[in-house]
């Protein structure tokens, strides 16, 4: 006789009762059929009761790990061209970008974002016009179920974001890394020819992997891809999620490193400043994440379009050079300016400066019409916001360093830019391998930023850059 099968729909009228918990059975099957003594079944744990439209299979698993593998693959070809060119523009000295971008001279500066913007508009005009109708959006794709990645134009797209990265302008690096490991899981599933379904979470999968891979967190990016991109973090996501991000991961260090993306950041410990700051600038941080966001979105919206974009990107990078001259850490994309704030380095002055200006020249570079992402310009401005808010903090109730308010706001930052709590979390304890003992602090921060942010308004980095439905 067949399993019977029971479609789980949870409502306040409709609670499974106790002989439907009983006679509900996984698909697929166990290899042990035989129940414990109890008689109760382990469907009874909600996570547990099958595969749902997506059941495992010996196929299914070698695409998933054929999409680990070039997403890591990946991700090292677009850090291999930010780095290269990060390089060309301002050497390859001691310390890091900013450091190096401070000892190069005004001039030089300029001249990088304006040769950065003379490429990148051509670029990006001549690929939307010969890729005409193809798709490079892995969050829509993903969402909707409609449409596939376009293998060319996420690509090049990809590879003319990272050069304009590495020459200074001010968006996130993982938008590539990102799509083309949802790329990998779209080649991955037409190889194996995987259900639309299959498809689905092998795409997202590979999105995870592909920020997994270039900032070494693979919990994180499983998560990423299981909270974000799927909206769940039941067995049957995690577990595919888990294996794509670890698998990217490590064939990343085939040439990126091994260790935290922050290094030498302190294990903050535990205070009841940190309590109080947390209560407070929890709700703050919701509200400004919310005004950022949709500031992004409208940007996104009216960005520059049509032949207009040659140009656009020279002048928006330009004047991101100037501004610049003063705040070296505007230029890229925020890593360093954060790395400080984790360290407890700079001034008020530059901490507001950097915090007033960091998401108005992402946004004039989005605007511009560039692509790039946006993960890494939200932690850098809530880690620099939590700096700066940390220094007024302590001159009324001292007793922590200026390093464990920047972590607990890049935290709650990234939480509300997300919409995802447990993601935001897990990726600022990975990238700085610190505030373990810091969690209660951190989690309420997070915790009231993401229910502001989801009360006031809701929309993500990612949703609120969605495009205009045909």
């Not at 070698?62 to 290269?84: K, N």
């Not at 979470?201 to 967190?217: E, F, H, M, P, S």
Request: with cysteine; aromatic share 8%; charged share 15%.
């Amino acid at each position: 006789m067949p399993a019977r099968t029971t479609t789980l729909r949870f409502t306040r009228r409709s609670v499974p009762g106790d002989d439907e918990l009983l006679r509900r059975v996984r698909v697929p099957p166990p290899l042990i059929s035989r129940r414990l003594p109890s008689g109760r079944g382990a469907t009874e744990q909600p996570n547990v009761t099958g595969d749902g439209d997506t059941p495992y299979s010996a196929r299914f698993w070698v695409a998933l790990i054929l999409t680990g593998v070039a997403t890591g693959l990946f991700g090292d070809l677009m850090m291999l061209i930010l780095f290269s060119f990060q390089h060309l523009a301002f050497g390859t000295g001691p310390g890091d970008f900013e450091t190096r971008v401070t000892a190069a001279s005004g001039l030089r500066r300029v001249v990088s974002l304006l040769v950065a913007g003379a490429f990148g508009g051509p670029a990006w005009y001549l690929l939307r016009r010969w890729t005409a109708g193809e798709r490079s959006d892995v969050d829509e794709i993903v969402w909707t179920g409609r449409g596939r990645l376009s293998f060319r134009r996420t690509l090049l797209s990809g590879a003319i974001s990272e050069v304009v990265i590495g020459m200074g302008a001010s968006i996130g690096r993982e938008a590539a890394p990102k799509a083309m490991g949802g790329v990998s899981g779209e080649l991955a599933s037409g190889l194996f020819r995987m259900s639309p379904a299959h498809r689905r979470l092998l795409v997202a999968c590979g999105a995870g992997a592909g920020l997994a891979c270039v900032y070494n967190v693979p919990l994180g990016g499983a998560l990423f891809a299981s909270e974000v991109m799927l909206g769940t973090v039941a067995l049957p996501v995690v577990l595919p999620a888990l294996a794509c991000s670890a698998v990217a991961t490590a064939v990343s260090w085939l040439y990126l490193p091994h260790h935290p993306a922050y290094v030498n950041i302190p294990d903050f410990r535990f205070s009841a400043t940190m309590l109080g700051f947390s209560l407070v600038a929890g709700p703050v941080i919701g509200v400004l994440a919310s005004f950022y966001i949709r500031f992004i979105g409208w940007v996104s919206h009216h960005r520059v379009e049509g032949r207009a974009t040659i140009v656009a990107p020279m002048v928006a990078f330009g004047l991101l050079g100037v501004a610049g001259l003063a705040l070296p850490g505007l230029f890229g994309n925020g890593k360093d300016m954060a790395d400080r704030a984790f360290l407890g380095i700079g001034s008020a002055g530059v901490l507001l400066g950097l915090w007033a200006l960091k998401p108005l020249v992402t946004a004039l570079c989005l605007g511009s019409g560039a692509q790039g992402g946006l993960f890494t310009p939200f932690m850098s401005t809530g880690a620099v916001f939590g700096a700066l808010a940390g220094l007024g903090w302590t001159w009324m109730w001292p007793g922590s360093p200026i390093g464990a308010f920047a972590l607990v706001g890049s935290a709650a930052m990234l939480g509300a830019a997300l919409q995802a709590p447990l993601a935001g979390l897990v990726l600022v304890v990975e990238l700085t391998s610190s505030g373990l003992s810091l969690m209660v602090p951190v989690v309420i921060a997070t915790f009231l930023a993401t229910a502001v942010a989801r009360h006031v308004d809701g929309y993500s980095i990612y949703s609120a850059r969605l495009p205009r439905h045909p």
